[in-house]
């Protein structure tokens, strides 16, 4: 059962890192992995070291997690992420993110790159998203439900943090990053968006485009996580952009904003220590 299998797993974790319980996680997403080695004192451990845990084959997604510790408590990195258009099942979607929750992250940040909707987003921006919309037709809680992990029917009315969004736009404000926010409309892709699908997303309130974060944001949720996500625009939306989108477009963007994202989560994650 994935109960059990995602138990062993949190109970690896803690004897690999030499950590009982971390507080905070947080999710690295396309072209990000690289800021967990540079965190001070880091414990590396594999993904494919970890009983169960299911390795990303995208690249741009490592496959490690980084157990550092923030003002003396733990926090877990987790550099990259499986999606579901690799045919991975959803349970194995949002088993990273789920194990997180029982190793003791009673907060986790998630970053994505995404597609930029709204007229008011830029090529490098960050936001902060502050509600989704499913469009893939897909969720982690299809099935028999485990009440170990939480209710058959959660509420999902504030499924991203108010709470998080603020300590978010403190830091970007102190750091003198612009911060705006937008709602994030999963697709489940590999392929890119059509501008009709764009228009549909502009239309239906959308801002942002992407093939993760939701189902891990909706398996948090459940579990009773405070959950907080920030988008990294790497690219304009089809039928906005002038140009064809691709991949390495993607991954070029995300390493010019590195440095950028990097500067705020260092003050970041202090702030969502302090929150649990």
Not at 17 to 37: C, K, N
Not at 159 to 177: K, M, N, W
Not at 180 to 191: D, I, M, N, Q
Request: hydrophobic residues 45%; contains cysteine; charged residues 20%.
């Amino acid at each position: 059962m994935t109960y059990e299998r995602l138990v062993e797993a949190a109970e690896a974790i803690a004897k690999a890192t030499d950590r009982e319980r971390h507080s905070v996680g947080l999710v690295l997403g396309s072209g990000l992995g690289d800021y967990a080695a540079s965190l001070p004192g880091a414990v590396e451990v594999p993904y494919d070291t970890i009983p169960h845990f299911p390795v990303p084959k995208v690249e741009g997604h490592a496959g490690t997690i980084h157990s550092v510790d923030v003002e003396g408590r733990g926090v877990l990195v987790l550099s990259g992420r499986v999606h579901a258009y690799e045919g991975w099942d959803m349970d194995d979607v949002v088993f990273g993110v789920r194990c997180a929750a029982l190793a003791g992250c009673a907060v986790v940040l998630l970053t994505n790159a995404a597609g930029g909707v709204g007229p008011y987003l830029r090529q490098g921006d960050l936001v902060a998203v502050r509600d989704h919309i499913n469009l893939a037709g897909r969720n982690p809680l299809y099935g028999p439900n485990d009440e170990r992990l939480g209710p058959r029917f959660p509420d999902l009315s504030d499924v991203y943090s108010e709470e998080i969004r603020d300590e978010i736009e403190a830091v970007a404000q102190h750091l003198g990053i612009t911060f705006k926010t937008g709602v994030y409309a999963w697709f489940l892709g590999p392929s890119y968006e059509t501008p009709a699908e764009i228009d549909m997303v502009e239309r239906i309130g959308g801002d942002l485009v992407g093939m993760s974060t939701v189902p891990e944001a909706i398996a948090l949720a459940h579990m009773g996580v405070k959950v907080g996500c920030i988008s990294l625009v790497t690219n304009l939306a089809a039928g906005i952009a002038d140009q064809p989108i691709s991949h390495d477009e993607v991954t070029e963007t995300a390493l010019l904003a590195k440095e950028k994202f990097a500067h705020l989560l260092d003050e970041l994650l202090p702030r969502l220590v302090g929150l649990t």
